[in-house]
């Protein structure tokens, strides 16, 4: 029988308050505790069978808790990307469930290409803004062979706010800070994304995309 989020969640707090006679009290926990709450909210809603909506919901609740935590944030871990190019850090890869935390520092006028997923995922942000124009693929037109893309709403994320990407309705999306200062968001996913689809509108293909990311793999444990 699938759990209820109200169920998993008292299974959550009373997790912490085993945990705040050891780790002090959790508002003034550094980024590395407040992370590892995290990772452990998510890997009990993975390894409890319950509906993938709830899953979402809960991953989002998670790491809102996360990014509206006070802590001392170690921003002289990621080194400020030159240019506009954004970075992308491994926090956490989970090797039974597959899923994953990083975070993605973002220079001034950075974007993303037109993207999606493949997996269900939420993004917070902890420093800058973002703004996000989310699209949907329909079979109405012929911009991208039988198919068409297009604009289907756009947000602009602020500190604390997060947004969610659920495919298959939910999962493609454009993310640039479109502002003068530095932007950091943090983000789960549900697998790995070693592979993904980039929209390109000028040729009007898709393209198969390889993830990447910079040189602090292991910044956390494993």
Request: proline share 4%; with cysteine; charged share 20%.
């Amino acid at each position: 029988m699938s759990k209820s989020p109200k169920t998993l969640n008292l299974l959550f707090d009373n997790q912490i308050n085993i945990k705040q006679s050891i780790l002090k009290e959790f508002e003034n926990e550094n980024f590395f505790y407040a992370l590892s709450h995290h990772i452990f909210r998510i890997k009990t809603i993975l390894t409890h069978d319950i509906y993938i909506n709830n899953i979402v919901e809960l991953a989002n609740h998670s790491l809102s808790t996360l990014i509206n935590t006070k802590f001392l944030f170690p921003e002289n871990y990621f080194i400020k990307p030159n240019g506009i190019d954004y970075q992308r850090y491994l926090l956490y890869f989970d090797k039974i469930t597959k899923f994953i935390v990083m975070a993605v520092v973002w220079p001034p006028k950075s974007s993303t290409p037109i993207h999606d997923h493949g997996t269900w995922g939420v993004v917070g942000v902890l420093k800058g803004k973002l703004s996000v124009i989310n699209y949907e693929l329909t079979k109405d037109s012929s911009n991208f062979g039988n198919k068409s893309i297009n604009k289907v709403g756009s947000i602009c994320a602020n500190v604390g706010d997060t947004t969610c990407v659920f495919p298959p309705v939910n999962d493609i999306h454009m993310v640039s800070n479109a502002h003068s200062s530095y932007c950091i968001s943090i983000h789960t996913y549900g697998n790995e994304l070693k592979k993904y689809n980039i929209y390109n509108l000028k040729n009007k293909k898709i393209e198969k995309n390889n993830l990447k990311y910079n040189s602090i793999e292991n910044f956390f444990w494993k």
